[in-house]
């Protein structure tokens, strides 16, 4: 509070003048809202650029300030899609409980992109190095996008936006009837990676079982696994390589 009046101020650098925009966590938000090569823009107008008062009118002010913090996150700008190839779906709920009930959504922040618009998203050349899935955010929707199951490359770039994941309203035309392209373009946070191969614990087998999935799953995976430890025994050809196997994963070295 002691502050205030100071961040208020308008600051002037480098013959532009910037204003007071946000605060998130410990980071002031100033916007330069004119100078040399800009054209003058008030606090507000970006403001109702980003997340218009008007059609947001039924958030509280703790959610309306929660959903602007999601513009000022570190991102990396990547495609830019066309209105028509942004498709907005409804959730996935599971059959035993009410819609109304967010615990039953069984895609709460999950959209799905085309594999053409991945490739695009990730810069890449190759169609094996193309991640399963990636988080970021575009126009009012934030969340995770995964690859589009069927995997065809010939379906063209669009992008799924589930309701879960439609934050608030954006994307407005502007004074001259246009529409921003920044608003339809994909803001990339990270992109999934492997980082070591993983095994499933006891809790999480519980919560898979409660979710649904069949015991007989479960034995199956179980009986794969012993399988697999008994080759690896009965046709390793090597003491030195078996010696070392059953220290490392026995952990009878540590």
Same mark, same amino acid.
């Given at each position: ?9 308008p ?8 204003r ?20 003058p823009?008030?606090?507000?107008? +970006? ?16 959610? &309306?300030? #929660?959903?602007?913090?999601?513009? @000022? #996150? #570190?991102?990396?700008? $990547?495609?830019?899609? =066309? ?5 907005? !779906?409804?959730?996935? &709920?599971g ?9 039953? *959504?069984?895609?709460?922040? *999950?959209?799905? +992109?085309?594999?053409?618009?991945? /490739? ?5 050349q %190759? ?13 009012? %929707? /934030?969340? +995770? ?17 589930? /309701?879960?994941?439609? =934050? ?8 001259d009837?246009?529409l921003?392209?920044?608003?339809? $373009? ?9 980082? @070591? ?7 999480? !087998? ?12 479960? !034995?199956?995976?179980?009986?794969? @696994?012993?399988?697999?430890? %008994? ?6 050809q090597s ?5 070392d ?5 026995? #952990?009878?070295?540590s």
């Open positions: 509070k002691q502050h205030r009046k100071f961040f208020l101020k600051f002037l650098l480098m013959h532009r003048v910037f007071f925009l946000f605060v998130k966590d410990d980071t002031i938000i100033l916007f330069a809202t004119e100078g040399v090569d800009l054209t823009i008030s606090i507000q107008q +970006v403001i109702d650029w980003h997340m218009p008062i008007t059609e947001n009118w039924d958030m509280s002010m703790s959610k &309306y300030a #929660s959903r602007m913090s999601l513009g @000022y #996150s #570190s991102s990396i700008p $990547t495609l830019e899609f =066309k209105p028509e190839q942004i498709i907005y !779906i409804d959730d996935v &709920y059959s035993t409980g009410s819609n109304a009930n967010e615990t039953n *959504c069984m895609t709460d922040g *999950c959209g799905i +992109v085309s594999c053409s618009a991945m /490739k695009k998203i990730m810069g890449c %190759a169609t094996d190095e193309l991640p399963c899935a990636i988080q970021g955010r575009i126009a009012g %929707a /934030k969340g +995770v996008w995964i690859i589009e199951p069927d995997l065809d490359f010939t379906t063209g770039d669009y992008i799924k936006i589930r /309701k879960s994941q439609d =934050k608030f309203k954006t994307g407005l035309p502007q004074s009837f246009m921003d392209p920044h608003h339809y $373009t994909f803001d990339l946070v990270k992109n999934s990676i492997l980082v @070591y191969p993983s095994n499933l614990n006891t809790q999480f !087998i519980q919560c898979l079982s409660h979710g649904g999935v069949a015991h007989s799953i479960f !034995i199956i995976i179980l009986k794969e @696994y012993i399988h697999q430890l %008994a080759a690896i025994v009965t046709e390793n003491v030195k390589l078996l010696r196997w059953v220290d490392h994963d026995g #952990s009878l070295g």
